[in-house]
């Protein structure tokens, strides 16, 4: 999909008010290590008390080594859902989306990285074994991440490393730097700042070497595009 504009970011959008509330918020909750998608799916990656296998964490850790926590309250989506609304139109994108995930909250700190991936999934959420007592499906139930969502939450003075990058390899090279198809995302790196991009887009958070980098993330669900 050819788009004009791969991402559309906001600078200095959340208070620092509200950046230290959610870092106050989630570091208050246990973390859990990160892991990648399919994981908790596969056969075989667990051991009999329901652990993952000492090889599956050292695989997992060849490719993302972050702690995450998973939130869910309505006045984090309320702070940051008008800015997915503002980015989706004016980036000329115009998903149809309806639902957002839990929010991941995410400490990186020295060594700690995200290699490259995307966020979507090459089929939408089966939840079809899933219906609640009145016999509803979960709200995700046949949709795809769309829109991603990267909010930074702390001063940059505060870490070194750990870039949001972007590989456009396959993308045209309008914006692109002629010496690389990678493009580092300095743009969101003040605190509170926001970026939205299509959840198809390859990218990685480059190693931490310093101090310790906190994030926000959010993944924007829909209808398989037509």
């Given at each position: 999909?050819?788009?004009?504009?791969?991402?559309?970011?906001?600078?200095?959008?959340?208070?620092?008010?509200?950046?230290?509330?959610?870092?106050?918020?989630?570091?208050?909750?246990?973390?859990?290590?990160?892991?990648?998608?399919?994981?908790?799916?596969?056969?075989?990656?667990?051991?009999?008390?329901?652990?993952?296998?000492?090889?599956?964490?050292?695989?997992?850790?060849?490719?993302?080594?972050?702690?995450?926590?998973?939130?869910?309250?309505?006045?984090?989506?309320?702070?940051?859902?008008?800015?997915?609304?503002?980015?989706?139109?004016?980036?000329?994108?115009?998903?149809?989306?309806?639902?957002?995930?839990?929010?991941?909250?995410?400490?990186?700190?020295?060594?700690?990285?995200?290699?490259?991936?995307?966020?979507?999934?090459?089929?939408?959420?089966?939840?079809?074994?899933?219906?609640?007592?009145?016999?509803?499906?979960?709200?995700?139930?046949?949709?795809?991440?769309?829109?991603?969502?990267?909010?930074?939450?702390?001063?940059?003075?505060?870490?070194?490393?750990?870039?949001?990058?972007?590989?456009?390899?396959?993308?045209?090279?309008?914006?692109?730097?002629?010496?690389?198809?990678?493009?580092?995302?300095?743009?969101?790196?003040?605190?509170?700042?926001?970026?939205?991009?299509?959840?198809?887009?390859?990218h990685r958070v480059a190693p931490v070497?310093?101090?310790?980098?906190?994030?926000?993330?959010?993944?924007?669900?829909?209808?398989?595009?037509?």
């Open positions: 999909m050819n788009l004009k504009n791969y991402y559309y970011y906001f600078t200095s959008a959340l208070s620092p008010r509200v950046c230290d509330d959610i870092i106050k918020y989630g570091t208050a909750h246990k973390s859990d290590m990160a892991v990648t998608g399919g994981v908790d799916r596969g056969d075989g990656n667990h051991k009999a008390d329901g652990s993952l296998k000492k090889s599956v964490i050292n695989n997992i850790q060849k490719k993302r080594k972050s702690d995450v926590v998973w939130l869910s309250d309505r006045w984090i989506y309320k702070e940051i859902h008008p800015y997915i609304h503002e980015a989706n139109k004016l980036a000329g994108w115009n998903f149809d989306w309806d639902w957002s995930e839990s929010c991941q909250f995410t400490k990186y700190g020295v060594g700690q990285y995200y290699g490259w991936h995307c966020d979507s999934w090459t089929q939408p959420y089966d939840r079809s074994k899933q219906r609640n007592e009145q016999g509803n499906l979960p709200p995700d139930h046949g949709k795809i991440r769309k829109l991603s969502v990267t909010v930074s939450l702390n001063d940059p003075s505060e870490y070194e490393g750990g870039n949001l990058e972007f590989d456009f390899r396959n993308d045209h090279d309008w914006e692109r730097n002629k010496k690389s198809s990678i493009k580092a995302c300095t743009e969101i790196r003040p605190r509170g700042s926001i970026i939205v991009f299509p959840s198809f887009c390859w070497t310093k101090g310790t980098r906190y994030s926000l993330v959010m993944w924007n669900l829909g209808y398989p595009f037509r």
